[in-house]
């Protein structure tokens, strides 16, 4: 199975600053057609994950602009240019180019 | 919007058995595969199950290969989890997801239900 590692596993950020997450595969997540089978989810405290980022760089339907996906092969980063109250919650990365699909450990992100 | 709904969870004990079911709406249902992934309390994102749109395949994570069957209703818009011989490491949220793309498998649950929790005990 692809072994998914998030660091760091908790950041407390203040409010308008950055916030930047990494993730990193135990292989290529380079699809043969060219795209990169990793995404990004928030779970929310006491709610159901929401997908953020797909294909290693594109936002999904309705994610903020602040959110952005980076990396290619086997490291990925996402980045929050200006974190917000609502982000609190831990994020977590996953890859879809084989089964079974796997997740990183996640990411808890607080609010100094 | 795409809306999936989830129930049957509950309390079970050691070695019974549980059906989880989820409705879907808000997208052509028989056109994507749907997905079950768990979560243990206070722990991380494990994917369960997968069915194709049309129920031609079927995969499972090897922790409950043979223990649980995934399938699906595409007349009900249902998809549904036979979990059997449960154990207290399957205490957990169910969520079921539905695939991001239509017609394939893609792997990639993009949007998710509110879940229904599992607790296996004596």
């Known amino acids: 199975d692809v072994v998914m590692t998030q660091t760091p596993l908790s950041l407390s950020v203040t409010p308008g600053q950055p916030a930047s997450i990494s993730c990193k595969s135990s292989r290529s997540l380079l699809h043969s057609d060219g795209k990169t089978s990793l995404s990004w989810f928030l779970q929310r405290p006491g709610q159901s994950p929401q997908l953020l980022i797909y294909d290693a760089f594109n936002r999904f339907s309705g994610v903020p602009h602040r959110f952005s996906g980076s990396g290619s092969g086997t490291d990925f980063t996402l980045k929050i240019s200006r974190v917000e109250a609502e982000d609190v919650g831990v994020y977590y990365c996953m890859q879809n180019i084989e089964f079974p699909p796997t997740f990183g450990g996640g990411t808890r992100v607080e609010i100094k | 919007q795409v809306q999936l709904v989830e129930s049957g969870g509950g309390v079970v004990q050691p070695g019974g058995s549980l059906k989880l079911s989820c409705v879907a709406s808000?997208?052509?249902?028989?056109?994507?595969?749907m997905h079950w992934v768990r979560q243990a309390p206070g722990k991380g994102l494990e994917w369960v199950a997968f069915?194709?749109?049309?129920?031609?395949?079927?995969y499972y994570a090897d922790s409950v290969k043979g223990q649980f069957t995934i399938s699906r209703d595409n007349s009900k818009n249902t998809v549904s989890l036979q979990m059997n011989s449960l154990r207290p490491d399957d205490t957990a949220m169910y969520y079921c997801a539905k695939d991001s793309i239509r017609l394939l498998d893609w792997l990639l649950p993009d949007s998710w239900g509110q879940g229904t929790l599992v607790t296996v005990s004596s």
């Open positions: 808000g997208f052509v249902f028989n056109d994507y595969g």
């Open positions: 069915i194709r749109y049309d129920g031609s395949s079927k």
